[in-house]
């Protein structure tokens, strides 16, 4: 499975980002598709992730984002809404089958104050 994300960039703090990212390769074998961030000095955390239609958030971004998923196309997107400088991070896609994790390359999100 290979993971192309998009849509990263540069915003005003109460602005709106939207991100997207394509698996292709064996993505029939996906079960799990989400996005992590990662702040400079800080771990990797967990942001939304989707199962069929199920979906989780962190409490940090509850009612702010949303994670949504297009199966025909492959495509999971998280619509990033009322933007706060604490937001800033790389994004990463991520999608699990029953065996693995993988990574896509990881987009910078900045929300200056």
């Known amino acids: 499975v290979q993971l192309q994300a998009f849509g990263g960039g540069l915003v005003q703090a109460g602005g709106s980002l939207r991100l997207s990212c394509e698996a292709s390769g064996s993505s029939l074998s996906i079960i799990v598709m989400g996005w992590y961030r990662q702040a400079p000095g800080k771990q990797r955390e967990l942001v939304a992730d989707i199962v069929r239609g199920d979906t989780n958030y962190a409490t940090s971004v509850k009612g702010r984002f949303t994670i949504s998923r297009d199966p025909a196309k492959n495509t999971v997107f998280l619509q990033m809404n009322s933007l706060k400088p604490e937001d800033t991070a790389v994004y990463y896609c991520?999608?699990?089958?029953?065996?693995?994790?993988?990574w896509g390359q990881g987009t910078l999100v900045t929300v200056s104050s």
């Open positions: 991520n999608a699990r089958t029953r065996s693995y994790a993988y």
